[in-house]
């Protein structure tokens, strides 16, 4: 399709570039807060998987302390908070810890709208989203996922609903989860630090 192949990713590169400008005094401030909160870089590089299952580095505000254990998803942390900074509470809480991300939708590595990408080492996630031809995709900033559950979401539905949007990929979709993904982010759905799957868990209980 045209729109997948080329339109998405023009849309992509403008709306990145624009973010990066209209945002730079907030990404000044943030750089600050994160240096004056804790010891440690500032961004936080992470090996990701994207299309076609290629491996990228992905950036991030740094969130948790340096001491941290390396490589390991917040949700199979014993106890995740003791790692979380007091500004990266506030950070992921409203989001803003994904902002770095915008270099890599400068780059191509990613895009505005697609699936999260997932570490290189969360096998169940990829083994997953090969099933639903997820992984074949861009990975994205947000995506379809992130504005049905987020952190909620077991495995399995999160790789299905990612599967829904590789095959269902369009301009409105897109439309629909960047204003959705907005939705979610004032109203802190979805987000569970060390867990995932909590939305199964509470229906079960």
Not at 57 to 85: C, E, G, V, W
Not at 114 to 133: C, F, M, S, T, V
């Amino acid at each position: 399709m045209i729109y997948n192949n080329y339109i998405k990713r023009m849309i992509d590169f403008i709306l990145s570039l624009i973010g990066l400008i209209i945002l730079s005094p907030v990404f000044i401030i943030l750089c600050i807060w994160i240096k004056i909160d804790s010891r440690g870089p500032i961004l936080f590089k992470q090996k990701r998987f994207g299309k076609n299952k290629s491996f990228f580095y992905i950036y991030k505000f740094r969130t948790m302390s340096i001491d941290t254990p390396s490589d390991m998803p917040t949700h199979m942390l014993a106890n995740p908070d003791q790692y979380i900074t007091k500004t990266g509470k506030f950070l992921r809480k409203t989001s803003l810890d994904e902002l770095p991300q915008i270099i890599n939708i400068l780059k191509g590595e990613m895009a505005v709208i697609g699936p999260r990408p997932a570490l290189w080492n969360q096998e169940d996630l990829i083994e997953e989203r090969d099933k639903y031809k997820a992984n074949d995709i861009k990975p994205g900033l947000t995506g379809w996922a992130q504005i049905n559950g987020r952190d909620e979401l077991e495995i399995e539905v999160k790789a299905k609903l990612d599967g829904d949007y590789a095959k269902r990929m369009s301009f409105l979709l897109d439309l629909k989860c960047f204003f959705g993904t907005i939705t979610s982010v004032l109203k802190h759905e979805g987000v569970v630090e060390g867990g995932t799957g909590e939305l199964h868990k509470e229906e079960t209980l």
